[in-house]
């Protein structure tokens, strides 16, 4: 193809940073004033925190995500380096997400793409445009699951149904805690109520009305993506908030959940799951208190995180894997969730396990990892670091892909690069290629090599400084790995110490050393403690304490 291809505006982290903290302050702008019209719009008063939890997940990544976008045609129509375009003529209403799940699918998608460029490019920039009618689209197959995953639904599903029988007005809520799901019912059961398995419940479905396109927010005074977000919203938001609002707060008002939650507790719902959220921002104006639990890495360790900021925004208590902030004081340390309960075993002259990553073609959630097409920048690093074992570890060496591919072809470009090299494409469960192997290999900031390490697994880790900017509380704690042989911020040094320790891996995982380390760095990052599900329960019942004296403070009646 003959075609150039622009530079991206994000290579330069700076910019990206910068970026962020500016988008910060847009978002608080833009949350109060949508609120308002919401309030408006419904006839009602909620408040900002109700908004805050139902759509802030929505807005923020709607603004970052079309900020990216337009930040690229501006560099191009700028530099005068587009001369004209052909652009699809997309039916505006096609692209309204019907709720956070739909647009979470949406945005990282070519059409959808196509139609915000070709209307930023005809609205708000002087390139002519021309358009040509849109090609009808194939549906995509269904995604079977496997057989495992078929049955866990259904027994959680039955176990939901049952649970309902035994639901109090004012126990503890619990809806995907990221605990292992037998320490989580142990959990309840400790809270003293009888365990039960709650899921995400389908939310209303509504049409696009054309009344939408009647309302505005503000637009006085403003030029550039000030302006365009504030047009751009409207058309955006999805209809479950705007249509579909009165029928999602008629369905919370009959859900079988507790009536007044002593306390509500999620790791995963508060994101994009529009039943809970709307049904937890109206017990939380009621004054129920609303708990947030860590559910993967960065937190604590990137220098910047957006759905970390909302999380604690919306919490009236934040619990960390072991990591504390003295500029966030509800943040409360407790355990790693998902590590649990858990054991690990691994075979000391088993294979070297490669967990790679992989992100949508096209920029989303901002946080301190490569963006876009860099994570082509990101695959090469792993390249590097294949190329730089010897053949008998190659030779041992699994690659474990991700199950999403996002339309990056990581099966083929691994394929064509190294023939015969053994790949996982993110079928098989972790666990069991983890026993298989004598050394676990992380190259991205995230959960992975958490739980390797909590659970004591050998680990290598590696990863560019350049793309995953740490803050600097963190240094120090990543220096000390590194100092161990643990971390790597380039793929030839992670090499170099596997082939190091390759022959007797135990001798140097279980060094004294090493393991002071290890145990140091989990400690802050990754705990795992003798007794993880009092602590989890004790830092509840302060929360659900301390909520109910504040209240009893407020309304009791003056002497």
């Given amino acids: 193809m003959d075609a150039q291809v622009a530079p991206y505006h994000w290579d330069d982290r700076r910019k ?252 995963n719902s508060f994101y994009s799951d529009d039943v809970f959220k709307a049904w937890t921002a109206d017990k939380t104006e009621k004054g129920t208190p609303l708990v947030v639990g860590q559910h993967g890495g960065n937190y604590g360790i990137g220098l910047w995180e957006s759905l970390e900021d909302h999380q604690y925004a919306i919490s009236d208590c934040w619990l960390s894997w072991g990591w504390s902030d003295e500029n966030r004081p509800r943040i409360k340390p407790v355990c790693n969730f998902k590590a649990v309960g858990c054991k690990q075993a691994w075979d000391p002259l088993g294979h070297v396990l490669l967990v790679v990553m992989a992100i949508p073609r096209y920029s989303y959630r901002m946080f301190s990892i490569p963006v876009a097409g860099q994570w082509l920048g990101y695959l090469n690093d792993q390249y590097r670091f294949v190329d730089a074992l010897s053949e008998q570890i190659r030779g041992k060496l699994i690659v474990r892909l991700v199950e999403q591919d996002y339309g990056l072809c990581q099966k083929e470009r691994w394929e064509d690069r190294y023939p015969g090299l053994v790949l996982d494409i993110g079928h098989s469960p972790i666990d069991s290629l983890v026993s298989k192997s004598r050394i676990y290999v992380s190259t991205h900031n995230a959960t992975t090599f958490l739980e390797s390490m909590a659970l004591n697994v050998p680990t290598i880790v590696f990863w560019d400084p350049d793309h995953y900017e740490l803050r600097d509380s963190a240094i120090p704690w990543m220096e000390q790995l590194k100092s161990a042989g643990i971390f790597h911020t380039t793929p030839e040094s992670a090499a170099q110490q596997l082939s190091k320790v390759w022959g007797d891996v135990p001798g140097w995982w279980q060094s004294k050393p090493v393991q002071i380390v290890r145990e140091k760095f989990c400690s802050q990052y990754s705990r795992m403690t003798e007794k993880p599900l009092e602590e989890i329960a004790q830092a509840l019942r302060e929360v659900s304490k301390k909520q109910n004296k504040d209240q009893d403070a407020v309304t009791e009646p003056d002497i």
């Fill in 16 to 267: 990206l940073y910068k970026d962020f903290l500016a988008l910060n302050t847009l978002y608080e702008e833009m949350l109060q004033e949508l609120a308002g019209k919401l309030n408006e719009l419904h006839g009602c008063d909620r408040s900002l925190r109700y908004w805050r939890i139902l759509i802030g997940p929505w807005l923020r990544i709607f603004l970052e995500v079309l900020f990216d976008r337009w930040a690229m045609l501006q560099q191009e129509a700028d530099n005068s380096r587009i001369s004209g375009v052909r652009v699809l003529d997309t039916a505006p209403d096609s692209i309204i997400p019907s709720d956070m799940a739909h647009f979470l699918g949406l945005y990282i998608n070519d059409s959808w793409n196509e139609a915000v460029y070709g209307a930023l490019l005809k609205e708000w920039t002087t390139v002519p445009v021309s358009k040509e009618p849109a090609r009808p689209r194939t549906s995509s197959k269904e995604t079977l699951l496997a057989p495992a995953r078929w049955l866990k639904r259904k027994l959680e599903a039955a176990a939901a149904a049952v649970s309902q029988a035994f639901v109090r007005p004012d126990e503890y809520f619990f809806i995907f805690s990221y605990l292992p799901i037998l320490q989580d019912l142990r959990l309840q059961w400790q809270l003293g109520q009888f365990p039960k398995i709650w899921r995400s419940i389908l939310g209303p479905k509504a049409r696009v009305d054309s009344k939408r396109r009647t309302w505005r927010l503000r637009q006085e005074g403003l030029t550039g993506f000030a302006a365009i977000s504030r047009a751009m919203i409207p058309r955006h938001l999805p209809t479950i908030y705007l249509e579909g609002y009165a029928d999602l707060v008629a369905l919370c008002g009959s859900l079988p959940w507790p009536q007044k939650p002593r306390l509500i507790f999620t790791s």
